[in-house]
């Protein structure tokens, strides 16, 4: 893709979802980190089941750290890796609580201290939370992005690299929303949906097909 079809291609996105927004449900920056922080290897509409819950007993550090182990657990069973998930939220609420005066800190250095949360998860924080122009690369993204030829990479590091370099300045703050839902409903793993795909012209593999098939 050339700078004239990112430009069009984000463009298109825009046009159909002027503000798009993160799927997973929180109502303050703590219930984010924690919702980012159990979403890895499991869907968003399973964690926002959990969460519904645990939120409404538990939503700050030390109401989690009062559940304790098997409490906070019995929330979030249902969540794959969720032991190992428990005991990283439990030991995140107490560096919180600590380090921080039980806010979720603002700088990537902070976040990313903090157990269970990586590159990804400090990205979508300071993304969603703070507005900052971030590209949290999960599968979709990595798949998009190499698939469309907006950023080409071999690791989630590379592609998050070549997109903080090719996407235009108006768009960085949204674009790993668009590309994340993208990804999910049209730009699927198994067969894109180039056929009701809206940006179809400007990727290279969708420009591809229609040569191939001329």
Known sequence: MNAAQIDRFFATLKAANPAPQTELEFASVFELLTAVLLSAQATDVGVNKATRRLFAVANAPAQILALGT???????????????????????????IDQHGGEVPRSREALEALPGVGRKTANVVLNVAFGEPTMAVDTHIFRVSNRTGLALGKTPLAVELGLLERVPEAYLVDAHHWLILHGRYVCQARRPLCEACAVVNECDHGRHLKSATA
């Open 70 to 96: 098997e409490g906070l657990e019995a929330y979030i069973k249902t969540i794959g890796l969720y032991r190992s998930k428990a005991r990283h939220l439990l030991e995140t609420c107490r560096i919180l």
